[in-house]
């Protein structure tokens, strides 16, 4: 059974650094044709792709976030972190995690966490 | 990035109702096209993938068409349970990107 699950703080400020950590179960990030990425949804809106780690490392993000976004993935540990600097309260958000394979893109998805971004 | 343009933004249909959302990719994308279903409150859920392919446990009422840059995703008789909101995804290239969503609601 494959589960994600995010977490990170309820609230951020201005400026401030992001982390967000995915811890999941029921697979291995160092399977071939496994990737784990990252959506998020501010209220109300729509979906948005912000990055991804393939098993190999491989690494892709979204360039309208400007750089601001890192992803990393502990194979060991099971889990995958994404940190986004200098937030605004336009970040302010739910952010998901969710596994793909091959070309099943998303079929697993964490309950998501929401973030605001307020002073 | 690929624009993906939905339509329509929400629909009002009844029970029963065989309800069309389409989904319009800004170029070529083969048939690299996701559909999920959200509902309040809950993450999205998987429909089809690769434009027509049904994941499995989705009941056979859902069904998606299309490829190239004009795509559909069909509910052939709305249940209840289908209120929600819809997205398309193409996973052709990066970034990924997603449709602005289809409301579906009761009418």
């Known amino acids: 059974q494959i589960t994600l699950k995010e977490s990170g703080p309820t609230l951020v400020k201005p400026t401030q650094t992001l982390t967000l950590t995915c811890t999941f179960s029921?697979?291995?990030?160092?399977?071939?044709?496994?990737?784990v990425g990252w959506i998020r949804q501010p209220p109300g809106k729509a979906l948005e792709w912000l990055a991804l780690?393939?098993?190999?490392?491989?690494?892709r993000y979204n360039p309208s976030l400007n750089n601001r976004l890192t992803i990393t993935k502990d194979t060991s540990k099971n889990l995958v972190v994404l940190t986004m600097t200098n937030v605004d309260p336009v970040d302010t958000a739910t952010y998901y995690c969710?596994?793909?394979?091959?070309?099943?893109?998303?079929?697993?998805w964490g309950q998501g966490t929401l973030v605001t971004v307020s002073s | 990035a690929v624009q993906m343009t939905q339509s329509p933004s929400s629909l009002s249909a009844s029970v029963g109702d065989r309800v069309t959302i389409t989904c319009r990719a800004s170029?070529?994308?083969?048939?690299?096209l996701v559909w999920y279903q959200q509902k309040p409150g809950e993450a999205p859920k998987l429909l089809i993938y690769?434009?027509?392919s049904l994941q499995s446990g989705v009941p056979s009422r859902f069904s998606g068409s299309g490829s190239g840059t004009d795509f559909t995703l069909t509910i052939s008789s709305l249940q209840p349970e289908d209120f929600a909101t819809y997205y398309c995804?193409?996973?052709?290239?990066?970034?990924?990107?997603f449709g602005q969503g289809t409301k579906v609601e009761i009418k």
């Open positions: 969710a596994h793909r394979f091959t070309t099943v893109e998303y079929n697993y």
């Open positions: 029921g697979f291995s990030l160092s399977t071939s044709g496994v990737g």
């Open positions: 780690v393939y098993w190999d490392d491989d690494k």
């Open positions: 170029q070529d994308i083969r048939n690299d």
């Open positions: 690769a434009a027509f």
């Open positions: 995804l193409q996973n052709y290239n990066y970034p990924r990107t």
